[in-house]
Nanobody, 125 residues
Framework: QAQLVESGGGSVQAGGSLRLSCAAS????????MGWFRQAPGTEREWVAT???????KYTDSVQGRFTISKDKAKDTVYLQMNSLKPEDTAMYFC???????????????????WGQGTQVTVSS
């Protein structure tokens, strides 16, 4: 059973950068499709990015070109490098995993099996 633990959140000014980490277990990053989602207060959880077992990456339009998802299989960790941050990126960020790699046409994980507890990102203007 996979366990996911996020870290790296914090408070930054607009234009700044943060790198989120999702530490997994049981060789999850080699066997599962992994993704990042975010949820701002009063809104639904929103897909951010996906990395497939092959390493192929997918992004939602609002972060394309600013965020990069990657993984280190040796460390069993997935990262989300976030650059040029905007106040609208403020949210709780969650890591997710799906061993079946069920995806929407855009690349969103549709039914993750596992979720982390989240890490807060706050971007001030």
């Amino acid at each position: 059973q996979a366990q996911l633990v996020e870290s790296g959140g914090g408070s930054v000014q607009a234009g700044g950068s943060l790198r989120l980490s999702c530490a997994a277990s049981a060789d999850t990053t080699s066997r599962y499709c992994m993704g990042w989602f975010r949820q701002a207060p009063g809104t639904e959880r929103e897909w951010v990015a996906t990395i497939l077992i092959s390493g192929t990456t997918k992004y939602t339009d609002s972060v394309q070109g600013r965020f990069t998802i990657s993984k280190d299989k040796a460390k069993d960790t997935v990262y989300l490098q976030m650059n040029s941050l905007k106040p609208e990126d403020t949210a709780m960020y969650f890591c997710a995993a799906d061993w079946r790699c069920r995806l929407s046409s855009a690349g969103r994980l549709t039914s993750p099996n596992y979720w982390g507890q989240g890490t807060q990102v706050t971007v001030s203007s």
